[in-house]
Structure formats: C-alpha cells, structure tokens
C-alpha cells in the first residue's frame, strides 16, 4: 500500500499512519513525503519504506503527481491527508488523485479539507473511495456549521450519497456510512483517544483492510471497530489519562486476536 501524508511542522502524521497500517496487517506500506522531511521521516522507519516527492514549500502538491502516480502503480490501496497542510498545491494533488486513481482511496485530515469548496472533486471521481472526516472537517466538507453534523446518522449517509463514499464519521461512538445508506455505529473507544495522531494511525488501519481485500464498507467498520478496541485495550492497562496514537496502534494485533478468540459485542448495524 502507499501513504502519502505529513509536510514541515507535521512530520509523525507519515510515520503514525505507516503504523496504523503495518499493525493492521499490511504486508508492504510505502510512504511518500516531501523531499523537505524525508529525512527526519527515513531516519525513523525501520519497517515502511519512505520515498522523496518533490518539494513545494514544505509539501507536496501538484508537481509530485507523476513520482506518486508511478508508486501508486505498484499499490493496492492509496492513503493520503494525514500532515500534507493545507496549501493550494496539496488541493490540485488531491483532485488529480481523485480524477485519475484507479485503485481504492482512503483519504482523511488535509485530503478533505482542502476539498472544502471543491466536492464535485469527490461525488465524480470513479474510483472507489472511504472518507474518514471528524465532525469540523465533514461541516468544511458539507459547508455546514458544526452544529448541523450533529445528527451524526443523518450527516454520514448524507455525505456517503453525496460524495458516492463510504465515511467514517469519526467521535464518540464512530458512523460508517454507505452511499446505499447502510450503517454502522462502532462501539469501541473511549475518551482517551481524543489526542493528536489518533486519526492517522486510524486511517492506516482502514487502508491496510482494504488492501487485504475486504470491501470498502467492512474495512471501514472493521477498522474502526478494532482501532477503538485497541484504545480499550491500552486504557485497561494505563487508564485513559495520556494515551498515546502510538501505543494504540502498537495494541491492534491484539484487538484482532481478541475478535478471532471472542465473543465480543459487534458493531451495530443499521439498514438503509
């Protein structure tokens, strides 16, 4: 799989999603960043393989396409938003990704907010695709307040119809969505886990399903279900005061093998 995350001032968000993902069971996790934070991103990595895309200010953006375009050719999935910023550059990536990928997107963080404004970009993109948005980030994407994402059920299906996704609205008791309107609330995770870095080892989590072929909509739950699991897990060793993305991360293999051994609650399913 590939990633494509992190930009100067936001260089853990790679190596917090490469995590996620190798945790969650991916074979092979390519990370593409900007030539600006490579190295402090390839000093660390033992287990991802970074590789430098061309530089804009910090970032990536548009020039980067066709180093991330010929990557992508040898994935199965593409993550990307976790730490890319939000400059006019990373938004004319996002769109070519979008317009041009033939294989599934996971997109979160930046890669949605810089689309605040330009949805079409997601509804007429033919490539299979979760979003994984926080309340602040589906009102950007909805050009809604934050008090109309509220109804979180309606606001998930709403965005799943209209960006033709399957979304993951993150918080308290996480929504999948589909654009069929088929639903899921995720009962796993806990307060703790409302601390930087835990969406990205998420979004890792989800894209490393995908590319063990479960379909969108159940890498999506299944995701997010073993994540919040694996919060639950570290928060029953050291409580929810100072959990870390990373430990959380480090905890899913042994939220998988606690769903294999079960029985534990399943998430909870809502037909369209």
Known sequence: MLICAGSVGFTGA????????????????TLAVSAAIYPIVAGR?????????????????????????????????????????RRPGVAALVRRLLAESKIPLV????????????EPALAESKAPKILTPHPGEMARLLTATAAAVED???????????????????GARTI??????????????????????????????????????????????AGAYLHGLAGDLVAEETGTAGMLAREVAD???????????????????ILS
Not at 152 to 170: D, G
Request: glycine letters at 14%; proline letters at 8%; hydrophobic letters at 50%.
């Open 176 to 221: 999948v969505a589909a654009p069929d309107g088929q639903a899921y609330i995720v009962p796993t995770g806990n307060p703790g886990m409302a601390t930087g870095g835990m969406g990205d080892v998420l979004t890792g989590v989800i894209a490393a399903l995908v590319g063990q072929r479960m379909p969108l909509l159940a890498a999506a739950w």
């Open 107 to 118: 997109l979160d963080a930046d890669a949605l907010n810089v689309l605040a404004g330009a």
């Open 14 to 29: 790679p190596s917090l999603c490469a995590l996620g993902a190798l945790r969650g069971g991916a074979g092979l996790v």
């Open 45 to 85: 990595e033992f287990e991802a393989m970074p590789h430098p895309l061309p530089d804009e200010d910090g970032g990536v953006g548009e020039s980067a396409w066709e180093r991330l375009s010929a990557l992508a050719a040898d994935a199965d999935v593409v993550a990307a938003g976790p730490g890319l910023g």
């Open 152 to 170: 979180r059920l309606r606001t998930a299906r709403e965005a799943a119809r209209k960006f033709a996704a399957v979304v993951a609205l993150k």
């Open 251 to 269: 905890a899913v293999p042994r939220a998988r093998l606690a769903v294999q051994s079960g029985p534990v609650p399943g998430p909870i399913q």
